[in-house]
């Protein structure tokens, strides 16, 4: 019975248009509101051919004032290629974030390859609320990715 469940799963259609592909036009499409005062801030980092060479590849980082709808095009990535995103509010401390968070304040990053969001973050009061911070970084901070293992692009 078990076998021909998994014979039957097997046969359907794929419907993931990422399954198989090679490369990867990459985007982070960043969007945030009422950031006023927060220290709000993004910023990437790539690792090019993590599996045979690892070289850092496009990076950078940008802060908003007061709200942001940007997207980013990161340009093609192959499936060696990892991706890591971070979101900061560097004004607000993880002991105070309840009462220094407005109620819609937030930011946010989607990553995107070949136009389908495959992973996101985001910083608000509910994710302020799960977050461990240190003595290292008393802001509220959270990363977000894919890695170069192969198929992670597609998963």
Avoid: F
């Amino acid at each position: 019975m078990l076998l021909t469940l998994v014979l039957l799963a097997g046969c359907g259609k794929d419907d993931d248009p990422l399954k198989g592909k090679l490369r990867y036009k990459v985007q982070v499409h960043v969007t945030g509101e009422n950031l006023t005062g927060l220290g709000a801030e993004m910023s990437y980092a790539t690792v090019r051919n993590t599996l045979t060479d690892p070289k850092p590849g496009p990076s950078g980082r940008d802060a908003y004032a007061t709200r942001v709808d940007t997207t980013y095009e990161l340009g093609e990535y192959g499936a060696y290629d990892a991706l890591e995103v971070t979101l900061a509010l560097r004004n607000v401390t993880c002991q105070n974030a309840a009462t220094q968070l407005g109620a819609n304040s937030y930011l946010k990053a989607e990553i995107r390859a070949n136009g389908l969001k495959i992973d996101e973050v985001k910083l608000d009061r509910t994710s302020a609320r799960t977050i461990s911070c240190s003595a290292a970084t008393p802001y509220l901070v959270l990363v977000g990715g894919v890695g170069g293992s192969g198929g992670d692009w597609d998963d």
